[in-house]
């Protein structure tokens, strides 16, 4: 069973500059969320999907943005780029029936965007 | 308030010692979900082992196990036998309410322990 894919794995941008990244959760799981993890901020919550509705969001601005597509695959945007957006963008994918239990979150290896 | 507390930013056990990694964890939810994941250096985060606010025992998952202390509100995680292959970071997350369908995916994270295994 495929995991969570996600691309680009590395990238540079500069300052002002947009990026989107994407990210293929695995098949069947039709829940997809996003996290930014920095060595000052940690990991946090930034979105999630599910059935192509954005269901929550963390507390970031609206500089950064996200879509997901009828196959569950996902894509998040940043728009107007800051040294502060520097940082690892994981995405995971979960079945997220909503029934008791874990639901547990798979995680892709991440994609490491740098601002230059 | 920070809501998941990691005290130990790193921590070295020696291969074949059992180690505790703490998580205490802030919440007035009565139903949420506490889980650890392991960070090797490669970025990705692994599940290793989730608990439920109403399971009534402590979790288990082959080497590691979860020391679930509710009324602390502490989910303290055991892993046996160590390995050179568990060096990495770990991370306590929660999860507060059930879910319903669709949002289940909103954690918060702890800063994580730095887990350093030596010969």
């Known amino acids: 069973k495929a995991g969570v894919t996600q691309t680009p794995r590395y990238l540079i941008k500069t300052r002002g500059q947009q990026v989107t990244l994407s990210c293929s959760p695995i098949s069947g799981h039709r829940s997809v969320s996003w996290y930014q993890q920095t060595p000052g901020q940690g990991l946090q919550f930034l979105f999630e999907?599910?059935?192509?509705?954005?269901?929550n969001k963390g507390n970031f601005p609206g500089r950064f943005s996200g879509r997901q597509f009828s196959n569950s695959r996902s894509e998040m945007n940043v728009s107007t780029l800051e040294l502060g957006d520097s940082a690892l963008y994981l995405c995971?994918?979960?079945?997220?029936?909503?029934?008791?239990?874990?639901?547990?979150?798979?995680f892709g290896a991440g994609s490491r965007l740098t601002v230059l | 308030a920070q809501k998941i507390t990691q005290t130990q930013p790193g921590m070295f056990v020696q291969e074949k010692e059992a180690v505790t990694l703490d998580c205490t964890y802030d919440t007035s939810d009565p139903s949420y979900g506490l889980f650890w994941y392991k960070q090797p250096s490669s970025g990705e985060m692994i599940f290793l082992i989730y608990?439920?606010?109403?399971?009534?025992q402590n979790a288990t998952e082959g080497r590691y196990s979860l020391n679930f202390q509710k009324a602390r509100k502490s989910a303290n995680l055991v892993i046996s036998a160590s390995q050179l292959g568990d060096s990495a970071m770990y991370f306590c997350a929660m999860r507060e309410g059930r879910g319903s369908t669709g949002t289940a995916s909103k954690l918060t994270f702890g800063t994580g322990t730095r887990l350093q295994v030596t010969l």
């Open positions: 995971a994918s979960s079945s997220a029936t909503g029934s008791s239990g874990a639901n547990v979150l798979t």
């Open positions: 999907y599910f059935s192509e509705t954005q269901r």
């Open positions: 608990q439920g606010s109403y399971d009534q």
